[in-house]
């Protein structure tokens, strides 16, 4: 059933446009509000574990970061104990906008999940978190340099 992939990529696209059109008045850039979410829901949190939440490459996450801190949306702060580690946390500018994306959030679940029951919800999340599991080791394989081996039945 490769539709079912299909579909969650067309809603996922459905909601990153809307997303990124509307979240351009705060001046936040492309995907930018879910680091944001990230770092506002667990202040403090490493840039390591944001890239890993959100299933991205440290770099792209470093890059990411970068530009909500530019922005004035979070700071680093040097770990007290540790001088390599700096947590993020959100500023008031980034604790703001958090209440905006928040509200998007409710807004958004709220208009997908229309006419759909509170067990159906529960066994749609249960589903998706299986195929999340599935594929986080194809993921960490290929974020690490391998390959899937999905070519060896092609001749």
Not at 24 to 52: H, N, T, W
Not at 82 to 95: R, V, W
Request: contains cysteine.
């Amino acid at each position: 059933m490769k539709e079912i992939m299909r579909e969650i990529g067309r809603i996922y696209r459905c909601l990153e446009s809307i997303s990124n059109i509307e979240f351009k008045q705060f001046d936040l850039a492309k995907g930018q509000y879910s680091y944001l979410v990230r770092i506002c829901e667990q202040p403090g949190v490493i840039q390591e574990r944001v890239a890993d939440m959100l299933k991205v490459d440290r770099t792209t996450a470093s890059r990411a970061i970068q530009k909500l801190e530019d922005s004035g949306f979070v700071c680093k702060k040097r770990d007290a104990k540790n001088k390599k580690i700096f947590p993020l946390f959100p500023t008031e500018k980034g604790n703001y906008i958090y209440e905006v994306l928040k509200a998007d959030e409710d807004y958004s679940n709220q208009t997908a999940l229309q006419g759909i029951t509170d067990d159906e919800q529960r066994i749609l999340l249960d589903l998706l978190g299986r195929i999340r599991i599935n594929l986080e080791p194809d993921w960490s394989l290929v974020k690490k340099g391998g390959q899937r081996d999905y070519l060896k039945n092609i001749k």
